[in-house]
């Protein structure tokens, strides 16, 4: 690609690839990532978020919806072991949080492949917010089964019983669904989230 791009534009290969480094550093940034991926902290932003995933199935409380996405990487020189997720191939393993608008409020995106959610959770600073109570209380984020249940943390119930559990599973399945489309869309957006990684590019 860099090669084809450096043709049509008369620009030598290593030049592009300088470019596109110093624009993926500058996108990546901590203060621009900051200025546009900001979990909601503020009681007005936070009664919106609930409203509108209220909407959806009934669900109270709900401030964002939480998972987990492989993106596939070039196997590492080191430690590439770690980064072999369970579907066999190398990735970085990214914690998403989207709101009920599909806007993603919380991403980590460092773990290798092999780490699992609820570990990346338990030491992202997503947890120190909530476990330390600096996000009001009956503020909930939705998750698979793959999370642990917290107080601010609602998963479905692995065995519902006719009756409420049933229908709890049931409004969870489709409010969480935001996160799943959510992923869907960036990565059907930016295809390189998803494709096969060529290892000769």
């Known amino acids: 690609m860099q090669l084809c ?28 990532v900051q200025r546009f ?15 509108k995933f209220f909407q959806i199935a009934g669900f109270p409380g709900i401030v964002g919806a939480i998972d987990g996405t492989h993106i596939q990487i070039i196997a590492p020189n080191v430690n590439e072991n770690e980064f072999v997720n369970r579907h066999h ?19 980590v995106a460092k773990w290798p492949g092999s780490t699992h959610d609820s570990r990346i959770l338990r030491e992202s600073g997503l947890h120190v917010l909530f476990e330390n109570n600096h996000i009001p209380g009956h503020t909930h984020l939705l998750g698979d089964s793959g999370y642990p249940s917290r107080r601010w ?14 229908n709890y599973n049931r409004a969870h399945k489709r409010t969480r669904s935001i996160v799943e489309r959510g992923i869907g869309q960036l990565k059907r957006r930016f295809h390189v989230l998803h494709d096969e990684t060529d290892s000769k590019s």
């Open 153 to 166: 943390l609602l998963t479905p119930f692995l065995r519902p019983q006719p009756g409420p559990q049933t």
């Open 37 to 51: 991926i900001k979990f909601p902290m503020q009681a007005n932003q936070i009664r919106d978020n609930q409203e």
């Open 89 to 107: 191939y190398h990735s970085i393993n990214v914690q998403v949080v989207f709101d009920a608008s599909y806007k993603i409020i919380d991403v």
């Open 5 to 32: 791009n450096g043709d049509d534009m008369g620009v030598s290969q290593s030049s592009v690839s300088r470019a596109i480094a110093c624009t993926l550093e500058s996108l990546s940034s901590d203060r621009m």
